[in-house]
């Protein structure tokens, strides 16, 4: 005979037993939201909409009302516990959650019900603040208020393994100034902590780890005390522990030690240390939870721009090791995320890494990519590339394949995962051998990056304009495809947007995507930016757009006599912009693309080189205050460098109109700075100034 279905009570229901004026059926109530709920965010969810979590903080409050009129009644600990638990339920792992237990009142409550006399009280309360702590909306704690630090030393110090569990919490969530640092160590805090590595509990040493990593971050001066010989042997005990029997240990041990070596690299620079520290975060992966889906994050923040690292971790097989889960499929989100940022990690230096990237297996890229943040294009401001990687006609096909599945991972429905595939992608791609053979400018790639350039969050439209940056440098005869799919309108489009990251970003795309273009394409981009907003761009207020849109200029202006006249159209919009921009410029960055688009100005026809001249006089009015002079003195050897190369194409001897300029620009002072400039540090200042020196000779300038 089949057992009957026991059916469990609607949250409606609940909600109304709560309150019910019978002590039992409240307590019963309490009981079951708080099972009910455990681990089910569609759950919780539900109650929340019906109110509960007001409901249970108000129990809360009014049994604590119950004790300071009572003292003592086994009904109010009940409903302290069991609301406590609740309370704790709703904020374990869900945000939304910790903000209705923050607007319900309950925080300060469950801070007051800490100093109660009932163990078990005390247990339920320290659980839920310990879940609220797991949480940013956690209300910061001022570690500066001498009453604060007593009570944290307090709960530190206490005997209960989820009080002293709490304690460390605080410290994870709300320590983040150099200061506050300063003051927990100066309070004593990190040789407590550091007992609790050597003594305490598996909860507690896990505890302390996240405290310790918390407070170490970026402070050296707090690292080289606590690692004198004042506390003991603390690091020797945090590398212990990365040994440890259990996995979250080991993570949070190599995490701590990684936070170490990367504010202070002179700690831990033992190659069997780092050795080591990469074949326990490669083991890790291997972890079904939360510590497998956290590992390739730790990975990624120990190789992150550190060469040498990363060419231990490609002999210890990490690509393969990372290949090995990607193909395995049915990923955690946040592991796909954070694997393909280990592998973006991993090629974002080493030619060597990104070919073993590139030579697995198809079953490699099963959905994932690997993307690098934007950096300045240096390598392909040269015309000349390296020779094309050779592929067999198998491997070929293999690379088909394999760019079929990097299209799947830009397409993932996880906004993390497809930010991470573009990184990955732009990684890869700052193989210039890879470039030059084309093999990422093609449909399968493009598209789905273009559609990328409307995704709805800012951080995934970045990474792929990022990615999309080092796709279309210096491929003329492939760049047709990303116009016909509608790549560069919309690229226009986002330098329109009101998010700084995007223009700049967007700015950065176009710039590139003009690199030694034909003049088609590059008056089909003008014709769709105008001056008008070009030079509107010019003068944005973010730096870094000002600088993008000044190599934009640059670009667009090379080559054919006929683009310099892009900086004359509507009365010269954007060549007074760039005079301007120049003369106020914020950094040199500004002023290095400003005077390289000057310079490609000047070396047209004698109209656009006195054009110049205006603007520079123009702008510069009393010589003590010319902007000229001030980039020749800049420390910025590049700066120098691009100044220098203008007046060299102003001069040019083969100019009607150069002994004139010549002696406008010595009166100026100009000549006399850059001849004290002859033996600047520079080998390519060097050479500009002796072009220019000897051009003023030629023209009877001793």
């Known amino acids: 005979m089949p057992s009957a279905t026991v059916n469990k009570p609607r949250p409606s229901e609940l909600l109304s037993r709560l309150t ?28 929340l909409k019906l109110g509960a979590v ?9 049994s604590i009302d119950d004790v300071t009129e009572n003292n003592n009644c086994n009904n109010t600990n009940n409903f302290l516990v069991q609301s406590a638990a609740a309370l704790g339920s709703f904020a374990c792992g869900f945000d939304a959650g910790v903000q209705a237990v923050l607007d319900a009142g309950a925080f300060p409550n469950l801070l007051r019900l800490l100093a109660n006399p ?93 405290s310790l990593a918390t407070i170490f971050r970026n402070n050296p001066e707090v690292i080289s005390k ?32 990684i936070v170490i070596r990367n504010a202070s690299p002179h700690f831990l620079q033992d190659i069997g240390i780092k050795t080591k520290l990469i074949h326990i975060l490669l083991e890790l992966l291997d972890d079904p939870g939360q510590v497998g889906d956290e590992a390739p994050f730790a990975f990624s923040s120990l190789i992150a721009q550190k060469e040498d690292l990363q060419k231990l971790a490609l002999e210890a097989n990490a690509i393969d090791k990372f290949h090995h889960h990607i193909k395995k499929g049915s990923l955690h989100p946040r592991r796909y995320e954070g694997i393909l940022l280990a592998l973006a990690d991993m090629c974002s230096k080493l030619e060597s890494c990104r070919t073993k990237f590139l030579s697995l297996q198809v ?21 000349r590339l390296w020779p094309p990687m050779v592929f067999t006609q198998q491997q070929s096909l293999s690379l088909l394949q394999v760019l079929n599945l990097v299209a799947d991972a830009l ?4 906004a993390g995962v497809r930010a991470a595939a573009c990184i990955c992608l732009k990684s890869v791609t700052r193989s210039i051998q890879n470039l030059s053979a084309g093999y990422f400018m093609n449909e399968t790639i493009v598209i789905p990056l273009v559609q990328l350039f409307l995704d709805p969050s800012t951080s995934v439209q970045v990474a792929a304009l990022g990615a999309t940056s080092n796709i279309v440098v210096d491929f003329r005869t492939h760049r047709s495809i990303f116009v016909q799919c509608g790549g560069m309108k919309q690229l226009v489009q986002l330098a329109k947007s009101m998010e700084s990251s ?27 930016l105008t001056a008008s907003f070009l030079s509107s761009l010019i003068r944005d207020p973010e730096p870094s757009v000002q600088e993008q849109a000044l190599a934009l200029v640059r670009n667009l202006v090379d080559g054919c006599i006929n683009l310099i006249e892009f900086v004359f159209a509507e009365d010269g919009l954007i060549l007074g912009a760039i005079g301007r921009q120049l003369q106020c410029a914020s950094k040199a960055e500004i002023g290095i693309q400003g005077m390289y688009a000057l310079c490609n100005v000047a070396s047209g026809n004698e109209f ?14 009393d010589k003590n205050q010319s902007f000229v002079v001030k980039f020749l003195q800049s420390n910025d050897s590049q700066l120098r460098t691009a100044t220098v190369w203008t007046i060299v194409n102003l001069t040019c001897p083969s100019s009607p109109g150069a002994p004139c300029r010549l002696e406008k620009l010595r009166n100026a002072g100009i000549v006399s700075q850059i001849k004290n400039m002859v033996n600047d540090p520079c080998v390519d200042v060097k050479l500009r100034v002796r072009t220019v020196l000897g051009q003023s000779m030629a023209f009877g300038d001793n």
Not at 608 to 621: I, W
């Open 20 to 47: 019910s004026a019978e002590p039992e059926v409240k307590v019963r109530a309490l009981r079951e939201v708080k099972n009910q709920i455990i681990g089910n965010r569609t759950k919780k969810l539900s109650f």
């Open 54 to 62: 007001p409901a249970v903080a108000g129990i809360l409050a009014d």
């Open 118 to 210: 009932n163990e078990k009280v005390v247990d339920a309360v320290a659980r839920a603040l310990r879940m609220i702590y797991q949480s940013k909306l956690a209300p910061k704690y001022d570690f500066l208020q001498q009453k604060n630090m007593e009570f944290l030393i307090s709960l530190l110090n206490s005997e209960k393994e989820t009080v002293s569990g709490l304690g460390a919490s605080i410290i994870t969530r709300s320590c983040e100034t150099n200061l506050e640092q300063k003051a927990l160590f100066d309070a004593g805090i990190l040789r407590k902590l550091n007992s609790l590595l050597e003594g305490g509990s598996l909860s507690q040493r896990d505890a302390s780890l996240e």
């Open 226 to 257: 606590f690692a004198g010989p004042e506390i003991g042997r603390p690091l020797s005990s945090i590398i212990d522990l990365a040994k440890d029997r259990y996995p979250r240990t080991r993570l949070l041990a190599c995490m701590c030690l």
């Open 363 to 383: 079953c490699f890229f099963s959905g994932t990519n690997y993307l690098a943040q934007p950096n300045q294009v240096k390598p392909w401001s040269h015309s």
């Open 411 to 414: 397409t993932d429905y996880n």
């Open 502 to 528: 995007v223009r700049s970003n967007a700015l950065w795309a176009l710039k590139n995507f003009v690199f030694q273009a034909d003049n088609r394409l590059k008056e089909g981009v003008f014709s769709e």
């Open 608 to 621: 656009h080189r006195e054009a110049v001249m205006q603007l520079l006089f123009t702008q510069m009015g």
